[in-house]
């Protein structure tokens, strides 16, 4: 089953980590956003399906200043160089925050009834908010349709009238074999990385295994960097446990439930049309959460359609 929803989302917050932020951050939102909005779909005995998985399209994209930063006494940086009369404050000052429309497509592997869900959506997701953002909706804002074929994405996505988005899908194949979590960096520059003109990254030539291996990186990267046309970005895919869990922490909100001290995962993501999607239903476009206790890590994970 598939659920459709569009809205328009203003003042969304475009806070992220120290590389993402914006549009950058919606897969972490969207997957929040999904599992609020089925905490209050529960609440009438209704849901969107078990395996619920999110693909978020973009629109209409704006980024502005927001309302001034109650911590900012607290959390500005000064530029001492101007001299104490002239200090001036951080962007601090103010917390970024972003407008857009956004649609999201939910697939689910259960057929449910459509036209309580279909009535139910009218009035839980106005009452939401996206990443602190408040969510206006049109006459066609959502929509229920049974299947999970890509004829059934393809309505989907027309019937709520997101022919023009552009969808998040994930990248992280981009990222150095190998050191997913800890060389984004060289993700980066592996990606930017331009073949030589006389065409040695194509044949390799006599380097040895471990860099004919760098060599085959690069040529994919190369390749599909050619090939593809795109805006690829730094996600934030999720969080790493860096300590064990902290119990009766001070200034904790309970101190009676430990807490950790995590760190942003990071990952390469791209924007494609929705007609690219609909086309190519194997790119990793639905998110979903993913969580391993043992290495400590909580993420969100992309998969293709089918998986």
Known sequence: MITAIRFHGAGISASGSLLTGGAAAFPRNAVGFVHALERHLKRQALSLGENRRVAIGVENYSLHKGEKNPATPKMALWKPWKGRSEMAPSVLDYELKCDATITLIIDSDDLLDVEPLQTALKTVVPSLRFANGSIFVGERFSRVISGADGETLSRAIKAVHASRAQFIISRDKLITKGREFDSFADGLALFDETPPS????????????????????????????RQQAGWVV???????????????????????????????????????????????????????PFSDRSAGLYLFNASSFNS
Do not use: C
């Not at 790493?240 to 950790?260: E, K, N």
């Not at 929705?274 to 190519?280: D, F, G, S, T």
């Open 198 to 225: 006389d065409g040695s990254a194509e044949e390799g030539g006599d380097e040895s295994p471990e860099a004919a291996g760098d060599t085959e990186d690069a040529k994919r990267a190369g390749k599909w960097h």
């Open 234 to 288: 730094p996600l934030e895919r999720g969080y790493q446990a860096v300590t064990a869990p902290l119990a009766g922490r001070p200034a904790a909100r309970d101190p009676h439930i430990p807490s950790v001290v995590a760190t942003p995962v990071l990952g390469l993501g791209e924007f494609i049309t929705a007609r690219r999607l609909m086309r190519n239903l194997d790119l990793n476009a639905f998110w979903h």
